[in-house]
Structures are given as structure tokens and as C-alpha cells.
């Protein structure tokens, strides 16, 4: 069984990860809102921040990418789940305060040239993000080559919009980048598309 500590610490990380970025975080921070120990920081993680960071934007790739069937699973195809997405994703940054973006990008953005484990932490996340979404668009009859591209494509709008989103204070962003997927998704479900 996984030592609570041990989750804490996780959970701490990838929340402040999330917040503030991996480079504003501090591990004696980290061990703070974990109300952990400071020792145990290195009990647990002998590899350090670094270590935590991989980790922790692992369990936060995956709690997000639970995101995918909770939209797509439940909507009536994947049109109006992919509209429902990003009004989805503006409503939860305009009611957070522009705070809840991807806790992946920030993280991607920050170390990927400066840390291999963190960056392939990242890259595994956003491809978990491609195959989720992937099955969905195979799943509506659309081509695997093409459905890997769609969700390509829907993954680099909504991360863009969430970056022009955050730093303009609107949703503006996010809505246009809402209707630009769906209009993608349309197109690659077109009897023409091939």
C-alpha cells in the first residue's frame, strides 16, 4: 500500500505545479501543503523535485484525460462533444479566476529543454490525451491516420487558447478555438474527408 505521505506529496506537487508552474515551486513548499516531514521528500522522491514533478504531472495528465470520456462518453456524438469541451474549459477558467488551465502545459513549457524526465513525463501525458481522443474519432468512423490528426489538432487549440485566454482575461479565445475544432471535426467526419 502507497504511503499517505508519499500521495500527499504528489498531490502537492501537482497541484502547485498546476497553479504557480514547476519552476515557482519550491520543495519546502511542496512539504508544506503536503504537511509532510521534509525528510520525507527525499525518502520518497531519492531523485528529487525532479523526481516528485515527473510523477505528480503524470497523476495530473491522468486525472485530466479522465476529462475526454466524461465529455465525449456522455454527448450525443463527437461534434457536440468537442463544442462542450472547450465551453466546458471557459466556464472552469472564468470561474477560477483564469487559474484552471492545462497542468500540463505550464510544466511542458518550463522544463522541456531543461529536463528529460519531466518533458517525457509530458509527452506521455499529452500522447495518453491523443489515444483518448483518438478512440473517440475512430469510434465515429473516422480514419485512424485522420482521427489522430483531429485529436492532434484539438489538443493544440484548446492549449493555445488556454494560454491567450489566461493572459487576456477573456474566454474570447477558447470559444473561437471551441468552434475551429468542431468545424475540424466536421470536416474529417465529411463524406468527402479522406
Not at 483518448?132 to 485529436?151: M, N, T
Amino acid at each position: 500500500m502507497p504511503s499517505d505521505t508519499r500521495e500527499r506529496l504528489i498531490d502537492a506537487g501537482a497541484e502547485l505545479f498546476w497553479r504557480q508552474g514547476y519552476v515557482a515551486t519550491g520543495v519546502k513548499q511542496i512539504v508544506t501543503t503536503a504537511s509532510a516531514p521534509f525528510g520525507s521528500m527525499y525518502h520518497f522522491f531519492p531523485g528529487g523535485k525532479e523526481q516528485l514533478g515527473a510523477e505528480a504531472v503524470r497523476r495530473s495528465g491522468a486525472a485530466y484525460g479522465e476529462l475526454v470520456p466524461l465529455f465525449f462518453d456522455t454527448a450525443a456524438d463527437v461534434v457536440s462533444a468537442t463544442l462542450s469541451l472547450f465551453g466546458g474549459a471557459a466556464d472552469t477558467l472564468r470561474d477560477t479566476d483564469w487559474a484552471d488551465a492545462c497542468p500540463i502545459a505550464t510544466v511542458a513549457l518550463e522544463v522541456s529543454n531543461t529536463s528529460e524526465p519531466l518533458r517525457q513525463a509530458c509527452a506521455d501525458v499529452f500522447e495518453s490525451w491523443l489515444e483518448l481522443l483518438g478512440e473517440r474519432f475512430r469510434a465515429a468512423g473516422i480514419a485512424p491516420d485522420r482521427a489522430r490528426e483531429v485529436a492532434i489538432v484539438l489538443v493544440a487549440l484548446l492549449e493555445g487558447a488556454f494560454v491567450l485566454a489566461r493572459a487576456m482575461r477573456t474566454t474570447e479565445p477558447v470559444l473561437a478555438a471551441g468552434r475551429a475544432a468542431v468545424a475540424e471535426v466536421e470536416r474529417a467526419l465529411s463524406p468527402d474527408a479522406g
